[in-house]
């Protein structure tokens, strides 16, 4: 017997934007048929998907489930949090994760917890998103978030650091590159880069401005986290090497506009709104999306004010500041761009032989990217892990 199957949904193919009714079958958490027309009740669940739209699940590429999300310093939660507070906050992270429909998260680090996470997930003993780990952040001496990473300094120090992190289950290395200078010199960045890759692992480099984008991308990485500043010869060496990059807009936006309310420091909350209302903030990632640099979608989530269940917000800032002003591509961020990000062949689009993860709504989200909240299923690996109310009309 099957182990899935939802009949006459309409399927939205994210690479082109195509609508159309289909009946899909999973069995043994993958696609194997995609049929038109209605597929049967052999299965151990059937779903009827007349009037219901369904696309792959979503993907968040840039979070850290060790942190709330509250408006706690994550500095004192990374230095105050027992073994067992951050495991309390992962396993509740994970299933907000889930309630809105991202289905896998490439989590950046926090510590050792995500590490201890993938296990308690690999061994079935709770609920998750797929996961895609880095185990601890990788920072020069004093560098940008040095009290939750590892510190390395010279080319064999940071080898030893990526090898750590791969034998103790990392799949991707995150490295600080910037603080409010650029960190790491060039011969540590290339270290960083043919370590990684040598191992089989991608880099995602935490840069905020064009002189350390510039070294990074020099170096090789596979991924920009947040962005600033670019000039146009930059944005095309980005374009030209195909390194996507993770805006993560949502801290800065939302503390801007609900900080003072939500009891964020006044000083923090008007640099916020300054650099919200600054449009120069914004230039270098909005010419980048008009250039046609790959986008991927990530929310920063854990940072103050960003919880891990809170993703519209991120997708609205996108259109605000001008990287784009499509919903096709927004879904594209989320789903296809995030799953090839991450290398994971299964990951990002509907198809047979891909993972059976899918969000399943009440509404178009090509019509309104916000209609990704309204829900009606989330399915992963084939499996129905979250079922709502119809909508109200």
């Not at 040095?146 to 290395?173: L, S, T």
């Not at 920063?300 to 002003?325: F, N, Q, Y």
């Not at 789903?335 to 891909?354: M, R």
Request: glycine fraction near 10%; aromatic fraction near 6%; charge should be negative.
């Amino acid at each position: 017997m099957k182990q899935l199957i939802i009949n006459n949904i309409q399927v939205i193919d994210v690479e082109t934007g195509k609508v159309e009714t289909k009946s899909v079958v999973a069995e043994n958490g993958l696609v194997t048929e995609i049929v038109a027309g209605d597929a049967g009740e052999d299965a151990a669940k059937v779903l009827d998907g007349s009037g219901l739209y369904l696309m792959p699940g979503f993907i968040n590429c840039h979070t850290h489930l060790g942190w709330d999300g509250s408006k706690t310093d994550i500095m004192l939660q990374s230095k105050n949090d027992s073994d067992a507070i951050s495991a309390f906050k992962y396993a509740v992270n994970m299933k907000k994760c889930l309630d809105v429909g991202l289905t896998a998260v490439r989590d950046l680090g926090m510590n050792l917890s995500n590490i201890y996470a993938k296990q308690a997930v690999d061994s079935g003993i709770i609920e998750s998103p797929r996961l895609y780990i880095s185990g601890q952040a990788i920072m020069a001496t004093g560098g940008h978030t040095w009290w939750c990473g590892v510190e390395a300094d010279g080319p064999w120090e940071i080898r030893k650091a990526i090898r750590q992190q791969k034998k103790a289950g990392a799949q991707v290395i995150k490295i600080m590159a910037s603080g409010s200078l650029p960190e790491y010199t060039m011969e540590e960045l290339y270290t960083i880069v043919d370590e990684s890759h040598a191992l089989g692992l991608k880099v995602a480099a935490h840069a905020t401005f064009g002189s350390a984008i510039e070294r990074v991308v020099e170096a090789g990485v596979d991924s920009i986290e947040h962005g600033g500043d670019m000039t146009d010869a930059l944005i095309e060496k980005i374009k030209e090497k195909n390194i996507p990059i993770i805006p993560t807009l949502s801290a800065v936006f939302i503390q801007a506009r609900e900080g003072l309310e939500k009891g964020m420091p006044e000083a923090a909350v008007l640099r916020r709104r300054r650099q919200v209302a600054n449009k120069d903030t914004w230039d270098g990632l909005k010419r980048a999306g008009e250039a046609g640099v790959t986008f991927c979608f990530g929310t920063d989530a854990g940072s103050p004010l960003v919880p891990h269940d809170r993703i519209v917000d991120e997708l609205l800032a996108m259109k605000e500041i001008g990287i784009t002003k499509s919903d096709l591509y927004l879904l594209q961020c989320m789903t296809v761009n995030a799953g090839k990000l991450i290398g994971d062949a299964k990951l990002g689009l509907v198809g047979e032989g891909k993972y059976a993860d899918f969000v399943i709504t009440d509404k178009n989200p090509l019509e309104d990217i916000t209609n990704i909240s309204a829900l009606r299923y989330v399915v992963q690996n084939g499996k129905l892990v979250r079922s709502y109310s119809r909508c109200a009309e």
